[in-house]
C-alpha cells in the first residue's frame, strides 16, 4: 500500500479541512466520496489551494485501499451505510479511524445534545461492524472543521486518541501531528470514546456562546515524545 491518507467522506467539512491541513504539510491524500465527480471537485480544490499537492479524488471504496490507515469523517447518520459499503475493500490489518460522533443534529435534533448508542460509542459500533482484523481507533472528535478549513487560523490544540493498542494509536498520532499545531494524547482504550465523542456537542455550545472555534487543551503533560 502507498504511504497517501485516505480520507472517506472527504467532500464533507471535516474531510475537506484536514485534507487540506495535510496537503499543506506535504501528504499524499485520497479524498473518498460516494460520488467520483464529487471526489474529484473536492480534490481539485485541494490543488488549487495547494499547488504541487499530490491528492486523488476517488469512490470510498477505492480511495479505502490506498493506505493501511484510513479516516472516516462522515456524519454519525452515514456511519453505518458507508461501513457497510466498505466491507470488501478494507483488509485485514488496517486501522480505521473513526472521526464520527453521535449527534442528535443527525436524527433531525439539536448539535448539543447526543445519541445514545448501543454498543456505547460510534466508534466501538464501527468496531463491530468492519471485517474481522481491522483495528478502530478513535480521533478528532474535538477539532473543529471552521479552524481547519481557515489557512489563517493557527492549530493550538490536543486530539483524543482512543484504542486498544498502543502500537495503532501511535501510528494514527503520526498522522495527526503532521498537522502543526495539532498534539495527539493517548486517551486510554476504545471504550474511553463513549467520553471522548460526548466532547463535541460540549464544545459546540461554548462555542456557540462565546461565537468561538475552542478546542480542547490538557495541562501538566510532560513534554516528551509520549509515542515512542
Avoid at 454498543?119 to 464501527?126: E, F
Avoid at 461565537?211 to 513534554?223: E, M, N, Y
Wanted: aromatic share 2%; proline share 5%; charged share 20%.
Amino acid at each position: 500500500m502507498s504511504e497517501s491518507i485516505p480520507i472517506i467522506g472527504g467532500t464533507g467539512a471535516l474531510g475537506a479541512g484536514l485534507a487540506m491541513r495535510w496537503a499543506r504539510a506535504g501528504a499524499a491524500l485520497a479524498i473518498g466520496s460516494r460520488s467520483q465527480e464529487r471526489a474529484e471537485e473536492a480534490a481539485a480544490k485541494v490543488r488549487e489551494a495547494v499547488p504541487g499537492a499530490e491528492v486523488e479524488g476517488l469512490l470510498n471504496e477505492e480511495a479505502a485501499k490506498r493506505a493501511e490507515i484510513v479516516f472516516l469523517t462522515v456524519p454519525f447518520r452515514a456511519q453505518s451505510e458507508n461501513l457497510n459499503n466498505l466491507r470488501e475493500a478494507l483488509q485485514p490489518g488496517q486501522i480505521l479511524v473513526d472521526c464520527t460522533v453521535p449527534l442528535a443534529a443527525a436524527v433531525s435534533g439539536k448539535a448539543t445534545r447526543s445519541l445514545g448508542v448501543w454498543q456505547g460509542s460510534a466508534a466501538q459500533q464501527a468496531q463491530e461492524m468492519v471485517p474481522e482484523d481491522v483495528t478502530v481507533v478513535a480521533a478528532l472528535h474535538t477539532v473543529g472543521a471552521p479552524t481547519l478549513a481557515d489557512a489563517d487560523a493557527e492549530m493550538d490544540e490536543d486530539v483524543l486518541v482512543c484504542g486498544d493498542r498502543k502500537a495503532d494509536k501511535a501510528r494514527v498520532a503520526r498522522l495527526i501531528e503532521l498537522i502543526p499545531g495539532l498534539r495527539a494524547v493517548n486517551a486510554g482504550p476504545l471504550e474511553m470514546a463513549r467520553i471522548v465523542e460526548q466532547l463535541t456537542p460540549m464544545l459546540i455550545s461554548v462555542n456557540s456562546r462565546y461565537k468561538a472555534h475552542a478546542g480542547i487543551r490538557l495541562t501538566g503533560l510532560p513534554d516528551a515524545d509520549h509515542w515512542a
